[in-house]
């Protein structure tokens, strides 16, 4: 079956800590996005990637890193430098060809104490 | 002004009502997207439009590209209905999602 794996679904961290959140996908879609939400908010954009080996910083890019080294893996690393990484993150992905319908992944839930 | 609006923002309606959720918008679109997300959940797609009607199982969802509208109706709700239903937008040539401000539902038994 085709679609969005996230792993782990829970994740737990202490402060002062990287964290990378994984991403796959088998859709064969050349854009990934990696979004942030708290708790009764609405999405955030963190970082997108239109191509392999070339990615854009969305609305809340700071503290977070990415790499998109293949078409099929969009990591999330959660530096130290986040002042308050604890949220649930999910991952997506895209065709390329107009209207990009999104396809989200599960999500990870990372608390970081 | 957000460039998505969905009304209404919070929404209880009693089992088997017939429920119906707006989303307008300002931004010209090809397509507008409908998601879910249950309590704790991740999102599921439910449609992607770009003209006229969908319908699947209990859900239905409208659009008017001309007057900038969508609908989304649930007819003979039912508890599990009960989630956040998020209307999205494409934006052309920069393959972001404006994201409505989301319509909480509740569905009593």
């Known amino acids: 079956d085709g679609g969005i794996t996230q792993s782990p679904k829970y994740l737990f961290r202490k402060e002062g800590q990287n964290v990378t959140l994984s991403c796959e996908q088998n859709?064969?879609?050349?854009?990934m996005y990696w979004y942030r939400q708290d708790p009764g908010q609405g999405l955030r954009l963190i970082y997108y990637?239109?191509?392999?080996?070339?990615?854009q910083k969305g609305d809340i890019a700071e503290g977070y890193s990415v790499s998109r080294e293949k078409k099929e893996s969009f990591p999330l690393t959660v530096t130290s430098a986040q002042k308050n990484p604890t949220a649930f993150y999910l991952c997506?992905?895209?065709?390329?060809?107009?209207?990009?319908?999104?396809?989200f992944g599960p999500g990870t839930r990372l608390t970081v104490t | 002004k957000n460039e998505v609006e969905q009304s209404p923002q919070n929404l209880t309606a009693q089992e088997g009502e017939f429920i119906t959720i707006n989303c307008s918008y300002s931004?010209?679109?090809?397509?507008l997207h409908w998601l879910q997300q249950h309590p704790g959940g991740g999102i599921v797609s439910l449609f992607m439009?770009?003209?006229g009607k969908k319908k699947h199982g209990r859900l239905i969802a409208t659009i008017n590209i001309q007057e900038k509208h969508s609908s989304l109706h649930i007819t003979a709700s039912h508890p599990r209905d009960s989630a956040v239903y998020i209307c999205a937008v494409p934006t052309s040539g920069t393959y972001k999602y404006i994201f409505g401000t989301g319509t909480r539902l509740k569905v009593l038994a």
């Open positions: 997506a992905s895209s065709s390329s060809g107009d209207p990009y319908e999104q396809y």
């Open positions: 990637s239109q191509i392999v080996n070339d990615f």
């Open positions: 931004v010209g679109i090809s397509a």
């Open positions: 439009l770009s003209s």
């Open positions: 859709l064969n879609h050349d854009a």
